[in-house]
């Protein structure tokens, strides 16, 4: 990250004119606005109240733990081969968490960048310190973003809340958002066991139907499969998400050798900006 590569994502929470290097770890724009640039690579633009809570560090390290154990490499090495097929040369990663996907969907190359945004200053830290060539924005992404008209080429949203009018902005003409919602299987098991929060039972046609007015759907990628996970990997998974901020530690009363059957499944939408 340098303060030029940031910069130049953005605009102004305040005026949206363009930011732009202001000095030494800081940012601005024409009409005086400032905002400091953290010393660990990234700036915090968030603005007014919050609709949601952020990850915190425990979700993400049990997220880390969950994701480095390989289970959800299927849906990692399919985004990989979607975003591969744009030759994307920016990326924005909306709702970055660890950057787990991230890294996935970045193809080699010095002239490829990509800015990492999530309303968690945690997770925004831990994805620029994990890729070098990611620049990282705190946002809200149901504000108007900091981010400049046209500014990328794939916008990428894994598990993530989503703002159709923003998103359109943000993507040059024709440019990719591709998104991933759990299936209604995914989970069943640990839902069903009480220890993970219900979901939405139409994610997938609520997707598209949010998304109408601005984009057209154009790839639909189905993965399912059900897997043995132990307690801890089954604490690690609830740990991860939305169940954290809701569940007990029921998953770590079981048996060190116990294994739960788990199933695992994702909706991969590719979505073609109008």
Same mark, same amino acid.
């Given at each position: 990250m340098s303060l030029q590569t940031l910069s130049e994502w953005l605009r102004c929470p305040n005026c949206f004119l363009p930011l732009h290097p202001g000095g030494d770890l800081l940012l601005g724009c024409e009409r005086g606005h400032s905002f400091d640039v953290?010393?660990?690579?990234?700036?915090?633009?968030?603005?007014?109240?919050?609709?949601?809570?952020?990850?915190? =560090?425990?979700?993400?390290?049990?997220?880390?733990?969950?994701?480095?154990?390989?289970?959800?490499?299927?849906?990692?090495?399919?985004?990989?081969?979607?975003?591969?097929?744009?030759?994307?040369?920016?990326?924005?990663?909306?709702?970055?968490?660890?950057?787990?996907?991230?890294?996935?969907?970045?193809?080699?190359?010095?002239?490829?960048?990509?800015?990492?945004?999530?309303?968690?200053?945690?997770?925004?830290?831990?994805?620029?310190?994990?890729?070098?060539? =990611?620049?990282?924005?705190?946002?809200?992404?149901?504000?108007?973003?900091?981010?400049?008209?046209? =500014?990328?080429?794939v916008v990428l949203n894994v598990f993530a809340p989503r703002n159709p009018d923003e998103f359109h902005r943000v993507l040059r003409p024709h440019g990719m958002l591709l998104v991933v919602v759990p299936r209604?299987?995914?989970?069943?098991?640990?839902?069903?066991?009480?220890?993970?929060?219900?979901?939405?039972?139409?994610?997938?046609?609520?997707?598209?139907?949010?998304? =109408?007015a601005g984009f057209s759907p154009e790839s639909h990628v189905q993965l399912e499969r059900t897997v043995a996970l132990s307690a801890p990997e089954v604490a690690a998974l609830i740990g991860m998400g939305p169940s954290a901020h809701h569940s007990s530690s029921a998953a770590d009363d079981s048996p060190s050798g116990f294994l739960r059957d788990v199933t695992m499944a994702f909706d991969i939408f590719g979505f073609r900006r109008r």
């Open positions: 953290n010393k660990r690579g990234f700036v915090n633009l968030l603005t007014g109240p919050r609709k949601f809570i952020g990850d915190s =560090a425990a979700m993400l390290e049990a997220r880390d733990r969950f994701l480095s154990a390989g289970w959800y490499d299927p849906l990692r090495d399919a985004i990989r081969g979607i975003v591969a097929g744009e030759s994307p040369r920016r990326i924005v990663d909306a709702g970055c968490g660890t950057g787990y996907y991230l890294g996935a969907a970045l193809p080699p190359g010095d002239n490829v960048r990509a800015l990492a945004m999530d309303i968690s200053p945690a997770a925004v830290s831990r994805t620029v310190r994990a890729h070098d060539r =990611a620049d990282g924005l705190v946002a809200d992404v149901w504000s108007p973003l900091a981010l400049r008209d046209g =500014a990328t080429d209604p299987a995914h989970l069943r098991q640990l839902r069903e066991s009480g220890l993970a929060v219900e979901m939405q039972a139409d994610k997938a046609a609520h997707l598209t139907s949010s998304l =109408a």
